[in-house]
């Protein structure tokens, strides 16, 4: 039973627009997320987390949202860039963090 | 400040085979982890330590162990490997257990 999911196995975008990448989770208890990118044939990176105690946490390009009620968040990169692509995990920490199946971002040039 | 290292990249076993994947970091942190990667899955751990001397087992424990003689080193034994044990495998560091994670470049096997 995934705890956190991520619908979208893969998203494609053109550059200099929008990309929106979803994660929704299932244990009210979470109170603390990550997102993670990975590029092929690398380990994780950290990207940008947020607190429970916040709706919204930004840094440059990126912004993380969270909706506890709907147990949703997102993340928001402006503009994109074909640098972007990546793999894009969600984690989200109970007794250890657990990570989502992630979602691959392509941006078009 | 070479942050995590993981040692070999690339290994293939034949099934009942042994090995010990290497994980070093070099940011004096206390917690360490082992995780591994399944084609369209997300990480799992399988364990983790908080310090030296201390390990504990996470979600995916069964057919490994793990020792942390010192800070630096968490080095994970595969005992008789098996197909299942096919994965890419990433070690991470944190200062604290509600930080983000280092990770390691990963290693990948393959059990044949």
């Known amino acids: 039973d995934q705890q956190v999911k991520q619908n979208s196995p893969s998203l494609s975008v053109q550059e200099g627009r929008i990309s929106i990448l979803n994660c929704d989770y299932t244990?009210?208890?979470?109170?603390?997320f990550l997102w993670y990118k990975k590029y092929p044939a690398e380990g994780p990176t950290f990207l940008i987390s947020?607190?429970?105690?916040?709706d919204k946490n930004e840094d440059g390009r990126f912004t993380v949202f969270l909706n506890k009620s709907a147990k949703h968040l997102s993340l928001h990169i402006v503009p994109s860039q074909p640098g972007d692509s990546a793999v894009y995990f969600c984690a989200a920490n109970g007794q250890n963090f657990v990570f989502g199946p992630g979602t691959r971002l392509s941006v078009l040039p | 400040n070479a942050g995590v290292t993981q040692t070999p990249k690339f290994r293939i076993l034949k099934i009942g085979q042994s090995m010990t994947l290497q994980c070093t970091q070099d940011m004096n942190h206390n917690y360490m982890y082992w995780y591994r990667q399944d084609p369209g899955m997300g990480l799992k751990l399988i364990y983790y330590?908080?310090?030296?001397?201390?390990?504990d087992k996470g979600e995916v424990p069964n057919g490994y162990n793990v020792s942390r003689s010192t800070t630096e080193d968490f080095p994970l034994r595969l005992e008789l490997a098996a197909p299942s044990q096919t994965s890419v495998y990433f070690c991470?560091?944190?200062?604290?257990?509600?930080?983000?994670?280092?990770f390691g470049p990963g290693t990948r096997l393959t059990v044949t």
């Open positions: 330590s908080v310090g030296a001397g201390i390990t």
């Open positions: 947020i607190s429970s105690i916040k």
């Open positions: 244990n009210s208890m979470f109170d603390y």
């Open positions: 991470a560091s944190s200062p604290s257990g509600l930080s983000e994670q280092y």
